[in-house]
């Protein structure tokens, strides 16, 4: 026995350190894949890049010409092709997305689904959506047309999306699988983010703005949704272990949970719609926020079906008779056994480390249940 534990506690510590090691491996070679690929922009600038842990990114801050400047490469990951942005750091009077418009933008404001801004420039409004809770900011600012001149020539040189908000602006350009961004690609969007910058800091400053930013709306979105997933998992396995009951089946779960289930969806769905309406791009969240709510819903409140059945069960304890169906050995059911009750399979139920005969007699203590699903106390066979 103490032969096999060893053997068994080696080759876990092996798995580890071969896994460690290989990882370790992984990190370094897309690390230095991260850092030549702005060698070139590196050696022109004199900066040494850092790297972003979490996306392997390598990231510079200098300036060029005595204009500052900030640049990331993300490099590619699965699908993903490799991402170049140049940040020109200034202040903005507002905070926005500016990206082309695609067929979902479109069908949604035929529904009136999304929120567009309406710049006076028809040819604009039908090429690029504007993602932002600046709407009254926005507006004023995209009626310049030398505003929506600056932006349109951004994308005319082909980037994915420009952010404008309080801390700069950013240009991110998607980069071909093997391509490896130059010097002159940092000085050319640096060149377009300039206008861009200038348009926004002459913009006057509107009201403030009328809906959460992207990150502080998709944090208070997620919050409860979380809540109800733990609290929802938390009580599914407290219920299934401590108060399990005889004859599981999912049906009582959605019989008894479903009104209250679709009670919790219709008040996130109200307080997701209340949070989204003030965005332009309410049709991006909002979608994503009621398909998620819908599982956590049904998770939060039939997960603890069992649990509150068994916990607030304050009737009298009963003993029926049955018989050992079967033991389970091995697998998920390892120690445990199935009784037949009436003709019909009980739960897989812990049992003693001495062995059911199958077919041997045995009494199980259950209980109603608050919620009428009779669940198992105890059991024990008709020798003890």
């Given at each position: 026995?103490?032969?096999?534990?060893?053997?068994?506690?080696?080759?876990?510590?092996?798995?580890?350190?071969?896994?460690?090691?290989?990882?370790?491996?992984?990190?370094?070679?897309?690390?230095?894949?991260?850092?030549?690929?702005?060698?070139?922009?590196?050696?022109?600038?004199?900066?040494?890049?850092?790297?972003?842990?979490?996306?392997?990114?390598?990231?510079?801050?200098?300036?060029?010409?005595?204009?500052?400047?900030?640049?990331?490469?993300?490099?590619?990951?699965?699908?993903?092709?490799?991402?170049?942005?140049?940040?020109?750091?200034?202040k903005?009077?507002?905070?926005?997305?500016?990206?082309?418009?695609?067929?979902?933008?479109?069908?949604?404001?035929?529904?009136?689904?999304?929120?567009?801004?309406?710049?006076?420039?028809?040819?604009?409004?039908?090429?690029?959506?504007?993602?932002?809770?600046?709407?009254?900011?926005?507006?004023?600012?995209?009626?310049?047309?030398?505003?929506?001149?600056?932006?349109?020539?951004?994308?005319?040189?082909?980037?994915?999306?420009?952010?404008?908000?309080p801390?700069?602006?950013?240009?991110?350009?998607?980069?071909?699988?093997?391509?490896?961004?130059?010097?002159?690609d940092?000085?050319?969007?640096?060149?377009?983010?300039?206008?861009?910058?200038?348009?926004?800091?002459?913009?006057?400053?509107?009201?403030a703005?009328?809906?959460?930013?992207?990150?502080?709306?998709?944090?208070?979105?997620?919050?409860?949704?979380?809540?109800?997933?733990?609290g929802?998992?938390?009580?599914?396995?407290?219920?299934?272990?401590?108060?399990?009951?005889?004859?599981?089946?999912?049906?009582?779960?959605?019989?008894?949970?479903?009104?209250?289930?679709?009670?919790?969806?219709?008040?996130?769905?109200?307080?997701?719609?209340?949070?989204?309406?003030?965005?332009?791009?309410?049709?991006v969240?909002?979608?994503?926020?009621?398909?998620?709510?819908?599982?956590?819903?049904?998770?939060?409140v039939?997960?603890?079906?069992?649990?509150?059945?068994?916990?607030?069960?304050?009737?009298?304890?009963?003993?029926?008779?049955?018989?050992?169906?079967?033991?389970?050995?091995?697998?998920?059911?390892?120690?445990?056994?199935?009784?037949?009750?009436?003709?019909?399979?009980?739960?897989?139920?812990?049992?003693?480390?001495?062995?059911?005969?199958?077919?041997?007699?045995?009494?199980?203590?259950?209980k109603?249940?608050?919620?009428?699903?009779?669940?198992?106390?105890?059991?024990?066979?008709?020798?003890?």
């Amino acid at each position: 026995m103490h032969t096999i534990l060893v053997t068994v506690l080696a080759i876990t510590a092996l798995i580890l350190v071969v896994t460690v090691v290989v990882t370790v491996i992984i990190f370094r070679v897309m690390a230095g894949r991260s850092r030549d690929a702005v060698a070139a922009i590196s050696q022109k600038t004199g900066e040494k890049p850092a790297l972003r842990l979490s996306t392997l990114a390598a990231r510079m801050a200098g300036k060029m010409d005595g204009v500052p400047f900030q640049c990331e490469y993300t490099p590619p990951i699965k699908q993903a092709p490799p991402m170049f942005a140049v940040t020109l750091p200034g202040k903005a009077s507002w905070a926005a997305t500016v990206r082309l418009k695609n067929g979902w933008d479109r069908f949604c404001e035929k529904i009136s689904l999304a929120r567009p801004i309406r710049s006076g420039d028809p040819g604009f409004d039908s090429r690029f959506f504007v993602d932002t809770a600046d709407v009254r900011a926005l507006s004023a600012a995209l009626s310049s047309a030398d505003t929506r001149m600056a932006v349109a020539a951004c994308f005319d040189v082909g980037i994915k999306r420009l952010k404008i908000n309080p801390d700069g602006v950013t240009l991110v350009r998607v980069l071909g699988r093997e391509q490896k961004p130059e010097y002159s690609d940092l000085q050319n969007l640096l060149a377009l983010a300039g206008p861009v910058a200038a348009a926004a800091r002459r913009s006057p400053v509107g009201t403030a703005p009328e809906g959460l930013s992207e990150r502080s709306l998709g944090f208070v979105l997620a919050v409860p949704l979380a809540i109800a997933i733990v609290g929802g998992t938390i009580g599914l396995a407290v219920g299934l272990n401590v108060y399990r009951p005889l004859f599981p089946s999912f049906f009582p779960m959605l019989d008894i949970g479903l009104p209250y289930a679709i009670a919790g969806f219709l008040g996130y769905a109200a307080f997701a719609w209340a949070l989204t309406r003030p965005r332009t791009n309410r049709h991006v969240f909002l979608p994503v926020a009621l398909f998620c709510g819908i599982l956590a819903a049904g998770l939060g409140v039939s997960g603890p079906v069992y649990f509150i059945n068994g916990f607030y069960d304050a009737s009298p304890a009963r003993e029926i008779a049955a018989t050992v169906e079967r033991n389970c050995t091995g697998g998920k059911g390892a120690k445990t056994v199935v009784f037949n009750v009436e003709g019909t399979e009980s739960a897989a139920l812990p049992r003693p480390r001495s062995c059911c005969r199958v077919g041997e007699p045995v009494r199980i203590v259950v209980k109603k249940g608050r919620m009428d699903i009779t669940w198992v106390a105890s059991w024990k066979t008709t020798k003890e």
